[in-house]
């Protein structure tokens, strides 16, 4: 039943003619598979979001109402997370909640106070097509990197987007270094900005990376405006912090 109803979502999403649309259909799919809350959103402020994004919500407007008022899409947890990595992650997992600052657990406590007790957060990817994510399996490069191993460095030009599959790898920026655990994505700011390669990312284990070359990553990006839009907040957030 769930692939059918997913199936059946893709489709008409092909077809629909504005987010009005979708929207509601969406709340209908997610009702069907057993949720009570969703939200398909822009990671801004909800009640304030700016002009472009994408908002499809039905949290309680308490919830809503208390994380615009608190600031809280600077600090978000699943928010950060979602930007950081590619795969699905459960809020109540310990891996999720292990790296995790006390402010950030907090908001996990007061989201739960107000009804949303749990959940399931699909990253930059879930806005894709079926048809797409096929196209994207069918051309990510699996590339395995052995420890101490370089995959590009600062002012190196971007020709690829890389998604962790194994291993632990570091992303140095400037005097700051970033830890890329399996899941977790990077070189998205140098094709989506037409920039080099904006910090140096060395492998710490022995690791295994999935590739998508520059022109298929920006294929895809065009033809999925909510993708791309997430995909530019991405970036954008990660060279306000370098």
Known sequence: ???????????????????????????????????????CAS????????????????YPQVW???????????????FLAARRQALPFQWSDWRFRSSLEDDQIEILNEAADAGLIDG??????????????????ATLATMDVPAGSVVFREGDPGDRFYVVGAGDLAIRVGEREIA????DFFGEIALLHDMPRTGTVTAVSDATLHALEREDFLAIMAGHPLAATEARAVAGDRLARD
């Open 1 to 39: 039943m769930q692939a059918g109803i997913n199936w059946s979502f893709a489709e008409f999403c092909d077809k629909a003619q504005t987010v009005k649309e979708i929207s509601a259909r969406f709340m209908r799919e997610v009702r069907a598979l057993g949720f009570s809350y969703a939200a």
């Open 43 to 58: 990671h801004v402020d909800p009640l304030k979001p700016p002009p472009g994004a994408v908002m499809m919500v039905n």
């Open 120 to 137: 399931f957060t699909v990253p930059i990817f879930a806005p894709l097509s079926l048809a797409s994510k096929d196209r994207i399996a």
């Open 64 to 78: 809503l109402e208390r994380f615009s008022a608190k600031g809280y899409a600077t600090r978000d947890p699943v």
């Open 180 to 183: 890329a655990a399996p899941g």
